[in-house]
């Protein structure tokens, strides 16, 4: 069954501090890729995107994504997290073949708390 | 806020009795979704429409549920005879459908918290 693994379920940092989250999925097909963030009493909201072409994305308030196709990853990264990145992040994939709708494979995400 | 509705925020219920959430799109996207979120999991998909036809449903879903989308618009998921492994965070989700699922985009609301005690 297809799977989607996020490795660290919560994760604690100090404001300036790099940011990496490990998103791993299990589908050998071709697969659309997504972040989304939940901020706290907020509703999820997509953080980025990949669908194909340069494997290195750019989502919104300076949040990034690396797919590596040969380790089936999906990292998400931040150079320095603030106050207001704490949230809970989660990776999904939307594997080819559902039909060309979003039937999300979420993965069972990555609470983040940012100290100032 | 991204004009998905739901309602109620939260529900409590006693086990055995029957329970009907109700989610509101944003106006003009045709698709809508429903998934479900258990403590400690993300979301998992239950069920999906184009306009009022629904077009797949999850294995999660058991004959105790049922969702409806009538006309295309606002859509209900009804629980009967609920019990206490129902008792989940239940997400709405609309989408414009766009020429590839690259173009569309995911509009989520803020769930129906589900007691089941």
């Known amino acids: 069954a297809q799977s989607v693994s996020q490795h660290n379920h919560h994760v604690i940092l100090s404001e300036a501090a790099s940011l990496e989250l490990g998103c791993n999925y299990s589908?050998?097909?071709?697969?659309?890729l997504f972040w989304y963030v939940q901020y706290p009493g907020q509703h999820l909201q997509l953080l980025l995107k990949y669908f194909s072409g340069d494997p290195l994305v750019k989502g919104i308030k300076g949040f990034e994504a690396e797919f590596i196709k040969s380790k089936f990853s999906f990292n998400l990264r931040k150079p320095s997290v603030q106050w207001s990145d704490t949230a809970e992040y989660f990776c999904a994939v939307n594997p080819s073949g559902t039909g060309g709708y979003n039937k999300l494979i979420f993965g069972a995400g990555t609470r983040l708390a940012v100290h100032p | 806020d991204t004009g998905v509705s739901q309602d109620p925020r939260h529900k409590i219920t006693k086990r055995g009795q029957n329970v009907t959430f109700r989610c509101d799109p944003i106006?003009?996207?045709?698709?809508l979704y429903w998934y479900r979120q258990t403590l400690g999991q993300g979301p998992e998909f239950l069920t999906y429409?184009?306009?009022?036809?629904?077009?797949?449903k999850s294995r999660l879903l058991s004959d105790r549920f049922s969702a409806e989308r009538p006309k295309g618009s606002f859509s209900t998921l009804e629980i009967q005879r609920t019990e206490q492994g129902d008792s989940a965070m239940y997400l709405c989700a609309s989408s414009l459908r766009g020429a590839t699922t690259h173009h569309e985009k995911l509009f989520f609301g803020s769930g129906t918290q589900l007691s089941v005690l």
């Open positions: 589908y050998g097909g071709t697969v659309n």
């Open positions: 429409f184009q306009n009022e036809a629904q077009l797949e």
């Open positions: 106006s003009e996207h045709n698709r």
